[in-house]
């Protein structure tokens, strides 16, 4: 949390210690990076190893480095210098630099030790000199066991075995198996194509040295073959496995035996293996990657052949290190109160706790208690600020959270919170003055009446937080009031007058009315008040309020200062119902109202009667309706049928032509016609069909067709001899069993057009996120066909006709956007022009990688404080993992309660301040950005606005000096 400091005294008995100006920030020290654990080859080519430690604060940072608790004197040390923060060494060596480090960053504020991080430095050393190793005599069908016997060495090792001579390696099946733990070789039944000599190699993954062991002749005995035997076990992993969070565990079970044993797995209990569990080297080998709390338990390995089975089982154990849960935050507090810090870790073992103030161990003892993971201080003094770390440790890991304590002693000032120069209440009323003192610590309040101590009476009362109340106001009591407030280091004070005015009075008011509609009408709303009020005129329409400025057609106030006339312009019917005025000043709320009747057009006719019907007419008769104080002149007759969509205007002849005659596209050498069906109630008869009338613009002679569907939309007329695109006279008709109607309008249809001959030149794409392909090609010039838009395919490289997909935009653009992709995919893509025909060749195809997907964490241990209207945020760095986009910065979404509007904010930094209405609610959520687009958003946090001068981590905090409640200190909370 950043604390802007304002003109804040720091005093003790002698005097003033130091003096904070308005524009200076100060922040004690935050680790950006720290170090991390090396295992360097030791002919490492470059000879040179940096170990990362970056810090935030003001006055910036300064660093200090240890090697095994040991201060190392850069001044004398041509071999390591720093870089910032980061520790540089040069020309490694083995035995000097091998050890644990851990840097230290500290300005004015204090200091804070980041985590320890280990050197080390891999190596592998030659077998021991010996020419051949000892013969190894077995019979056939027999077991046998090859040890590797590795030299000395550091760093992960892997194994394999060389038959008789390079490149022939030993390759493992059911009957043979090499151990990555010990490196031997395991020959379940030997065979004659067994006998040969046998050379160990070992790996070192870290130096990537590679050393041979002298061979081991494997030979035949003569005296028979072994027969058959159960099997023996003689690999298998440990009676207790313990087994590091997200871990790859690999456990290794093999046997000897004729036949050859056949090895399965099982976990104890019945319970399943899940998906993610892999069998490997014909299940000799079970891998759990991932390893998850319930992925400990039993497991049990079961060797069997024909003479018999044997089983070997251990449990693995889970173990995490240290994750925090809970973490302090900074501290803002004045001197003499208590301090009380808490923080929680998961892990497994079960953390332990320790905490360190400015780099140094905290030790219990008279002010200072710890207890578990929890601090507190009390009566807090100067000497008390810096910074503190709590520190979780079990044998996994070792994680350290940091917070600022800043301890304040300050004398009380008004100069964010003074009492308003002038004061106004109502005669009658009930007035709050607040005195609202920054102090530390908090200071007493008392109140003046201009220049005499304020009596307190039944009317008038002073709260503990030092707000006076005086109700029932009268007259005699306006006056200038001082509050007063004092502490040790010193006193100040605010004066006010309070102004009593006259209660305001409506004089004249709107009146229920009657109107026609399109006229206008002036609602009187006028007042008398107090001269020293300054009066504001609002007007609601059916408990909406009426936006002047947005409906300007019919709603504008009128009048002086003293009058709301509500003038309406034009008046629609739905301009009837209640209208309120609503008058306010600095110390009251008035209103008054009126009902607006608007009559309208005349009321649906009464008594409508059918008298009498036949094939084709029928007689109405009805009675007029209301006719709203307005003259009817006409009335529209309405019918429906079962085969009409809602209420449609009478026709009154029932002959009826085909209407919205067009048609177009198709396929080469057509010409499509389409119209919109006669509806059925005006078929009139049976046998109803389709005359389709066509022929070439500029010919006389009409082709003709018959159709003899009645639901019938769309005729199709195709000849070879059609040129593409070309136009059309077509009218269509209908006909009945009792002849023919009557011909639609001549409307103009176009034949089918020809695809595009040209394929689109320049196609080049280009990863937007890991989502998103923009596409981008050269427009076609002209050509004999129309191209009315292009079409992009696109596919993955494996060609699967389920990845093949496509996008088509009409008019000339010659850019598209194709979203919905998969991140980190290889795509395929061609463009094609096209027209109502189809799409024409596509261009040579390009192709184009899309993004790694954002960040898959979420931003953690969001901090946040108030300062006045100011909030500061604080979060952890969010890490891209190696399949995912590198963070480029986070997205701040800031949403207001009051508009429900999104502002957005972006920022390369962990902090962020924010201004706040202090009229609002707000939800906040915060987002890691990359190249692939926007990682998965934060827990919402909710700040409410009477959070504000809080601070938190997702509770929200009120000071009860703000509260009116009889609170002394400390912070009431509560959850939203």
Known sequence: MMLPWKQIVLLSITGCLAVCTDDVIFQGPRLRTEPSDLILPISSPNRQATIMCEAEGSPPPQYRWSLNETPIDLGNDYRRRMSGGNLIISNLDKDQDTGIYQCKAFNTWGSILSRKATIQFAYLENFRTQTV??????????????????????????????????????????????????????????????????????????????????????????????????????????????????????????????????????????????????????????????????????????????????????RVSFHAKPHWFQTMADTVLSIQQNLFWECKANGKPKPSYSWLRNGEQVITEGRVQIENGALSIAALNLSDSGMYQCVAENKHGIIYSSAQLTVLASPPSFSKNPLKAVLKARFGSEVILECKPQASPPAISLWKK????????????????????????????????????????????????????????????????????????????????????????????????IDFQQDTDHFERVGGTVSGDLMIRNIQLNHGGKYVCVIDTEVESLSTSAILVVKGPPGPPDKVTVEEITDSTAQLSWTPGRDNGSPITGYIIQGRTPFTVGWQAVETVPDTAPTDIGGG????????????????????????????????????????????????????????????????????????????????????????????????????????????????????????????????????????????????????????????????TAYYLTVSACNTAGPGPQSMPINITTRKPPPNQAPLNIQWSMIGS????????????????????????????????INTLVTNKTSVQLSLSASDNYLIQIKATSEGGEGVGSEPIHIHKLSMGARGSGAHCLNPLNMAAVLISGLACFAW
């Open 665 to 824: 596209g198709g396929t080469k050498s057509e010409l499509v016609i389409t119209w919109e069906p006669v509806s059925e109630e005006l078929q009139n008869a049976e046998g109803f069909g389709y005359i389709i009338a066509l022929r070439p613009v500029g010919t006389v002679t009409w082709t003709r067709a018959v159709i003899s569907t009645p639901g019938a939309a769309r005729y199709v007329f195709h000849n070879d001899t059609i040129p593409p695109f070309s136009p059309f006279d077509v009218k269509v008709g209908a006909f009945n069993n009792r002849g023919e109607g009557p011909f639609s309008s001549i409307a103009t249809v176009y034949s089918a057009e020809d695809v595009p001959s040209v394929a689109p030149k320049m196609v080049r794409a280009r990863s937007v996120s890991a989502t998103q392909i923009e596409v981008i090609w050269e427009a076609l010039p002209a050509i004999p066909e129309r191209v009315l838009g292009y079409e992009v395919m696109y596919w993955e490289d494996d060609t699967k006709p389920d990845t093949v997909g496509k996008v088509r935009i009409s008019g000339n653009y010659t850019v598209v956007n194709i979203t919905g992709m998969n991140p980190n």
């Open 450 to 545: 201009d220049n005499e101590l304020l009596q307190r009476n039944e009317r008038m009362f002073v709260f503990p937080n030092g707000t006076l109340k005086i109700t029932n106001v009268t007259r005699g009591d306006a006056a200038s009031y001082t509050c007063i407030a004092k502490n040790q280091f010193g006193s100040a004070s605010t004066t006010g007058r309070l102004l009593v005015t006259e209660p305001t009075r409506i004089t004249v008011r709107p009146t229920n009315m009657e109107i026609i509609v399109g006229e206008s009408i002036v609602l009187p709303c006028q007042i008398a008040c107090d001269p020293a009020l300054d009066v504001s005129f609002s007007w609601a329409f059916n408990g909406q309020l």
């Open 133 to 314: 190793r000892s013969t190894v005599n077995v019979r056939e069908g027999q077991g046998v066991v090859l040890l590797c016997g590795p030299p000395a060495h550091s760093g992960e090792l892997t194994f394999a075995w060389i038959f008789n001579q390079y490149p022939h390696f030993v390759q493992q099946d059911s009957r043979r198996f090499i151990s990555q733990e010990t490196g031997s070789l395991y020959i379940a039944k030997v065979e004659p194509s067994d006998v040969g000599n046998y050379t160990c190699v070992v790996n070192n993954t870290v130096t990537r040295e590679k050393m041979l062991s002298s061979p081991t002749p494997l030979v035949l005995r003569s005296d028979g073959v072994m027969g058959e035997y159960e099997p023996k076990i003689e690999v298998h992993f440990p009676d207790s496995v313990p087994a590091a969070k997200e871990s790859l565990v690999k456990l290794e079970c093999f046997a000897l035996g004729n036949p050859v044993p056949v090895i399965s797995w099982r976990r104890t209990g019945g319970v399943p293996f899940p998906s993610k569990v892999k069998m490997k080297n014909s299940n000799a080998v079970l891998e759990i990657p991932n390893f998850q709390q319930e992925d400990a338990g039993t497991y049990e390995c079961i060797a069997e052949n024909r003479r018999g089975k044997n089983a070997a089982r251990g």
């Open 870 to 901: 100011t909030l500061s945020l604080h979060w952890d760095p969010v890490v891209a993992t190696e399949t995912e986009s590198k963070v480029t910065g986070y997205l701040v979404l800031l949403k207001r309660h009051r508009y429900n509007d």
